[in-house]
């Protein structure tokens, strides 16, 4: 039972593909129902479609860039209560310092920082219904290890992560005496289409940076969301965890 979320219902951001698909499936595999969020419709129809086989999965379209969609997201909810909300949906971009578009920092900004910040606070009532202290709410933000090391021209998404990983910590000061737990997870490389054309290009020379000697797979990632969000990990708060294979101890990131 240290795992088991039977019960529990889950918001997964960024749901639609990549390690949002990781999570939810690890999610359902443990027994949680889940709803998906992604920004575009027929991305979740086909996620839902997908995981379906695996437990009660439902998907709401959303561009979490903007208040108003995290605060609509929220209420389009069916449910009066909500256990585990993890925010994933994210952006990147990169580019050489002299030619960095003032854009790319407000649309990574928007939808890695903002983006969780309004979501987390428009989820709180729900959040609160069912936390306890021995069995509190979960938020999970992903991070990365990019939030940690020192990475090539991506100033406004390594900046984020960064900035996650710390809001990670003050909320879960704030939030720890309402019983909701706030960790997050910092994925080093994983097969996603964010990291598709990285991998395709040098995946191998990637693989080799992690003791282990190979990238993330689905398991890893399904694995730490399932034990934050469950009795095993019920005492956990305000971690950043890397899931890296190694990565960051090697390089004293």
Not at 43 to 69: K, M, N, Q, W
Request: with cysteine; proline share 6%; aromatic share 6%.
């Amino acid at each position: 039972m240290l795992f088991d979320l039977t019960g529990k219902k889950a918001l997964v951001t960024g749901g639609s593909r990549g390690i949002g698909m990781m999570i939810a499936r690890g999610l359902l595999d443990a027994g949680a129902s889940v709803y998906l969020s992604s920004r575009k419709a027929d991305a979740c129809e086909d996620a839902v479609r997908e995981l379906s086989e695996f437990g009660d999965v439902h998907a709401i379209p959303a561009d979490l860039s903007t208040r108003d969609e995290c605060e609509r997201l929220i209420s389009s909810l069916p449910w009066d209560s909500l256990d585990i909300l993890v925010n994933n949906a994210g952006a990147t971009w990169g580019a050489p310092m002299d030619e960095f578009p003032d854009h790319a920092w407000d649309k990574v900004l928007d939808i890695n920082l903002k983006g969780p910040f309004y979501l987390t606070r428009a989820a709180l009532p729900l959040l609160r219904v069912n936390a306890t202290q021995d069995d509190p709410s979960r938020v999970i933000n992903i991070g990365s290890i990019d939030g940690i090391g020192v990475p090539m021209n991506r100033y406004s998404y390594s900046a984020s992560k960064a900035a996650i990983h710390q809001l990670t910590r003050v909320l879960a000061r704030e939030l720890g005496p309402s019983y909701i737990t706030v960790n997050a997870v910092a994925p080093g490389p994983f097969e996603s289409k964010m990291m598709a054309a990285t991998l395709a290009a040098a995946g191998d020379e990637i693989a080799a940076l992690s003791p282990l000697g190979r990238i993330g797979r689905p398991d890893d990632m399904a694995g730490i969301a399932v034990f934050l969000s469950s009795r095993a990990g019920s005492y956990v708060n305000g971690a950043i965890i890397p899931v890296d294979g190694g990565i960051t101890v090697v390089y004293g990131l």
